[in-house]
């Protein structure tokens, strides 16, 4: 079955500083990818998409994840934290051809220091 | 605007009870999801539905029912048989195929 894997359930930027959010799936087959950021005691918000074409993804906030299909990887990266990007990220994964449900990572709750 | 609104905000039940949260969309989405989220867990399927009037199982669904009588609508009743159910539930809808979730805002069950 498919799964997905989030390294750091907590990682610690300073402002300013770049952003990596580790993410790797388990499908041979490269599956749909995708981010969500969550701020506290709210939903969860799309990021970025992965679907086919161009394996760098840009997305909302200035966030973008690229598709690495050798490292079955999608890694999610900012240049320049800003407070405001402190909140708990997910990566997802659905499998080509199936209808679509998604399978969770357990989640990175990012933290911005001054 | 189209989305997705989850009622109430912040639900306490008694020890017993059974309580329904509710979630509507106006997305015209065909496909709807509840998860329950709990610290350091990440987000677990509970039940979902692909099409009116049929719903499927997740990973956690004892003590949890849905119905799913309109498109729009998911409601999920919470019932005494979940012995745990304090968390954060997130519905979820979405169209058919590989695009990804349009999130409710949520609904936080404190058991008192």
């Known amino acids: 079955a498919q799964s997905v894997t989030q390294l750091g359930s907590h990682v610690s930027v300073s402002e300013g500083a770049l952003v990596l959010l580790r993410c790797n799936y388990s499908?041979?087959?490269?599956?749909?990818l995708f981010w969500y950021v969550q701020y506290p005691n709210q939903g969860l918000q799309l990021l970025l998409k992965?679907?086919?074409?161009?394996?760098l993804v840009k997305g909302i906030n200035g966030f973008e994840a690229e598709f690495k299909k050798s490292e079955t990887s999608f890694h999610l990266t900012k240049p320049s934290a800003h407070m405001s990007d402190a909140a708990e990220y997910f990566c997802a994964v659905s499998d080509r051809g199936s209808q679509g449900n998604l399978i969770f990572g357990k989640g990175t709750k990012l933290s911005v220091k001054p | 605007d189209g989305g997705i609104t989850q009622s109430p905000k912040y639900l306490f039940r008694k020890e017993g009870q059974n309580v329904t949260l509710s979630c509507e969309q106006n997305l015209n989405h065909d496909a709807m999801y509840w998860y329950r989220q709990d610290p350091g867990q990440g987000l677990r399927l509970i039940y979902y539905s692909q099409i009116v009037n049929d719903f499927q199982k997740g990973d956690i669904a004892e003590g949890y029912s849905v119905s799913r009588e309109k498109k729009e609508s998911f409601p999920l009743t919470v019932t005494s048989a979940q012995k745990n159910p304090t968390a954060f539930y997130l519905c979820a809808s979405s169209i058919q195929g590989n695009y990804g979730y349009t999130f409710g805002s949520g609904t936080r069950l404190t058991v008192v």
């Open positions: 992965y679907t086919t074409g161009a394996t």
């Open positions: 499908s041979s087959v490269p599956p749909y």
